[in-house]
């Protein structure tokens, strides 16, 4: 029988140093002796590196794919059945596509778990223990945002787990989730230092936090956080220079995959050279690409594949994968804040947020918002400016309700907006019980 946390406890934890000439050698069954995980600044450095690889291999991986997948802008159009199942809103609980999100995540949350354990007890001057533990603190927090939207209550594990007993832990409502979040969030912004390029800053928290309080509906906390932000990032000219496989100046936190260090990410999107085209644009959001809007150009209407799938071309580096998803970025935060602004009968200044982004992309076709067309106006503009990214629609979809009248239109019960507890994590935690509908 498989078991998710004898994975996270032996093998995520051997490869804890792997940027080190030679890895930690433990056997599975045995605790972690963290004391000797981080004991100075040169062997936190390392563990931070080991901490920024699995943000590459989570958000920079097929998680957020698969959340694409699961809303109303994608279309499996490849072969992996797991991946037509969420395609279909029916996942079960042993879908390997949920599997694997599930068990990045923790394995995430249990690395950085180290570092916040055992950084305070480092004594070396030439460490900045308190940036190091801003980062890891955000980084778990933004792990649960995800991890909650997508399975509604997950377990809250905050320290490290040292033996396979203490893996045993009940599921956490969604609302505490992201009321910890938000919590650790705001603790972190008070921990961070400094930072440097494609790392935690006050930045990258300020707007994590725009998002979860747009999640949550705290409209003016949402407001306040995106204010921290959105005056130090201007808007990149050209729409597609997003994606043009550089660090944009739009880019709030952005993954910086390169030659030696790749992804995999064009090989699900495109079928040629060697590529799966797993998935394409769906119908509704070919819809909503209208004629003269600049993002039309992030599908490619000029070949199509053998069933007739456009293609997606944000990300299109197959020979090295060094296509560089980014995870927040200005747009997103304006358009929040437009609708924190319209949320607050502040029409005008929502309507100015709000056409900052649509006119980059559409010269002249600015909309004026008011109470009866804003939501729906900032949902169809979100979609289309952030199609693909980071999974940014299925969120949107989650916190509006959209995400259930899709299930629903797909045939499913309306729970199934929320994928299933993996079969492995529910045979581990013997504290742990299914979502409804599975």
């Not at 945002?145 to 009940?170: C, E, K, Q, R, W």
């Not at 060697?274 to 809007?293: C, F, K, N, V, Y």
């Not at 503009?381 to 009248?405: P, V």
């Amino acid at each position: 029988m498989k078991n998710t946390f004898k994975y996270i406890l032996g093998l995520i934890l051997i490869s804890w140093f792997f940027a080190c000439e030679k890895p930690l050698e433990l056997n599975p069954a045995q605790s972690i002796d963290s004391e000797k995980l981080i004991v100075d600044a040169s062997s936190a450095e390392v563990a931070m590196n080991g901490l920024y690889s699995n943000v590459q291999d989570l958000f920079g991986g097929t998680m957020t794919i698969t959340m694409d997948v699961a809303s109303d802008i994608t279309d499996h159009t490849g072969t992996f059945p797991s991946w037509n199942d969420i395609d279909m809103s029916n996942p079960f609980p042993d879908n390997t596509g949920i599997d694997d999100g599930w068990v990045a995540g923790y394995a995430l949350i249990y690395n950085a778990n180290v570092v916040l354990d055992v950084l305070p007890t480092v004594d070396d001057p030439a460490l900045d223990a308190a940036q190091f533990l801003g980062e890891a603190r955000a980084i778990r927090a933004w792990t649960y945002f995800y991890l909650a939207n997508i399975f509604g209550d997950v377990p809250l594990i905050n320290t490290p787990v040292s033996v396979l007993a203490d893996v045993n832990v009940a599921k956490s409502s969604a609302s505490d989730v992201f009321n910890f979040v938000a919590g650790e969030l705001t603790k972190s912004l008070a921990e961070l230092t400094g930072g440097v390029s494609g790392r935690i800053n006050a930045d990258v928290v300020n707007a994590m936090l725009a998002k979860v309080y747009a999640s949550t509906g705290n409209w003016s906390a949402a407001a306040d956080a995106a204010d921290a932000v959105i005056p130090n990032y201007t808007l990149v000219g050209n729409y597609m220079d997003l994606f043009n496989g550089s660090i944009s100046s739009e880019a709030i936190f952005q993954i910086d995959f390169n030659s030696t260090d790749g992804n995999s990410l064009s090989f699900y999107y495109w079928d040629t050279p060697g590529g799966r085209h797993e998935i394409g644009p769906s119908q509704t959001i070919l819809d909503a690409l209208t004629i003269g809007d600049a993002r039309s150009a992030s599908v490619d209407t000029t070949i199509n594949s053998a069933n007739g799938d456009w293609y997606i071309t944000k990300y299109a580096d197959f020979a090295l994968g060094t296509d560089k998803p980014i995870l927040l970025r200005l747009a997103d935060i304006l358009l929040i804040k437009a609708e924190a602004e319209a949320e607050a009968g502040n029409y005008g200044d929502a309507t100015t947020y709000f056409n900052m982004v649509r006119e980059r992309s559409v010269p002249g076709g600015g909309i004026t918002l008011d109470a009866s067309n804003f939501k729906d106006a900032i949902l169809n503009e979100r979609m289309i400016e952030l199609a693909w990214e980071a999974g940014h629609r299925w969120i949107d979809m989650q916190r509006s309700g959209l995400a259930a009248s899709h299930v629903a239109a797909n045939g499913q019960d309306g729970c199934k907006a929320k994928w299933p507890i993996p079969r492995a994590e529910i045979d581990a935690n013997t504290a742990m019980v299914q979502n409804p509908c599975y």
